[in-house]
């Protein structure tokens, strides 16, 4: 009788030398690891066209897409687990929010790229032989960071919904790194009346500074 073919591990990581370490030491453990240095939707679609689902092993920063764009590995969770895929994200800088995002997106666990070497290893492991990578409660708890995060963004969502159509003008314009003298000139209008407009869109989305309405802007454009 033919012996059936070992797991596979697809291992989702833009840097080599990661990528490659990894790859030794789950064949050395009797693995078929395969590697996917490109982390655009396409790129693992392809990778997994034609397999038999294993496991994968994910990258959160994947690095730039074509189009520099930043390419972020739990956009990849969804597809991997709908074709199959036991999934098992690394990074080592995400915040919280996001490896939440991924768990409730079906990812079986995750661990930290600083974690030592076999402990990285053992997750996978544990996710190859089917064991639990993350207990019950945590999982539990990453829902709820999720829900929470979640609930966060819609009210900022629904506090940008209410800026009229000048006071977005002036919003994009401090996004993009204008002063309130520039809009105000470019706009041929007073600095008093572009003033007035940022402290409603300020009220408006709840922050207290140009700064975090800056950098609220920024945050949901990235997810």
């Known amino acids: 009788m033919t012996a059936p073919p070992p797991p596979v591990v697809l291992i989702v990581e833009d840097h080599a030398l990661l990528s490659t ?3 030794m030491a ?9 590697r996917c240095h490109d982390g655009t939707s396409d790129a693992v679609r392809a990778a997994i066209a ?6 994968a092993l994910v990258d959160v920063d994947l690095g730039t897409g074509p189009g520099g764009e930043a390419l972020n590995g739990v956009d990849l969770v969804p597809v991997l687990v ?20 991924a768990v409730t997106a079906g990812a079986a666990g995750w661990v930290h790229k600083t974690a030592p070497f076999p402990e990285l290893l053992a997750a996978v492991l544990d996710a190859v032989a089917g064991r639990p990578v993350l207990s019950e409660a945590e999982r539990l708890r990453l829902a709820q960071v999720h829900h929470v995060d979640q609930a966060r963004d819609r009210a900022r969502r629904a506090g940008i919904d209410l800026l009229t159509a000048r006071e977005r003008e002036v919003l994009d314009g401090l996004v993009a790194g204008k002063r309130a003298s520039a809009i105000a000139e470019e706009s041929v209008v007073s600095l008093a009346t572009v003033r007035a407009q940022i402290r409603a869109i300020l009220a408006k989305l709840g922050v207290s500074s140009q700064l975090e309405a800056v950098a609220l802007v920024r945050e949901l454009d990235q997810k």
């Open 21 to 23: 370490t990894l790859a």
């Open 26 to 34: 789950l064949q050395s453990h009797g693995l078929e690891a395969r």
């Open 50 to 55: 034609g397999v038999v689902p294993g496991v």
């Open 82 to 101: 709908g074709g199959g895929w036991r999934v098992v994200v690394m990074t080592g800088s995400a915040p919280e929010a996001e490896i939440a995002r």
